[in-house]
């Protein structure tokens, strides 16, 4: 494969990782982490990584565009993120 092969792959996958992502709520992960090691053969366990970092960007951009149209309930956010992050450092 060549570089510019890889390089167009990595983008159009990335892209609609991200785009699935953010119009489902299922997390550019469910594409990403599949098209890194399938496709291009990355060890699982950074492409897991790569996919954490990837969701949280994809994540923090769609909280803003949801918070500017009023569209969130900070009250029930602030609950869910508090025990979701304590059930992620407990796992």
Same mark, same amino acid.
């Given at each position: ?39 291009? %053969? ?6 897991? =990584?790569? #996919? &954490?970092?990837?969701?949280? /960007? *994809?994540? @923090? ?7 500017? %149209? ?6 029930? =956010?602030? #609950? &869910?993120?508090?025990?979701? /992050? *304590?059930? @992620?450092?407990?796992?």
């Amino acid at each position: 494969m060549t570089l510019w092969l890889f390089a167009l792959l990595l983008w159009l996958g990335s892209l609609t990782a991200g785009f699935l992502g953010a119009m489902t709520g299922l997390g550019g992960g469910v594409i990403l982490i599949p098209l890194l090691t399938l496709v291009f %053969r990355v060890d699982f366990r950074y492409a897991v =990584g790569a #996919g &954490l970092i990837s969701i949280m /960007a *994809v994540s @923090a951009g769609s909280a803003a565009a949801y918070l500017r %149209r009023g569209l969130v309930n900070l009250r029930i =956010g602030m #609950g &869910l993120e508090l025990l979701t /992050a *304590v059930g @992620a450092l407990l796992g």
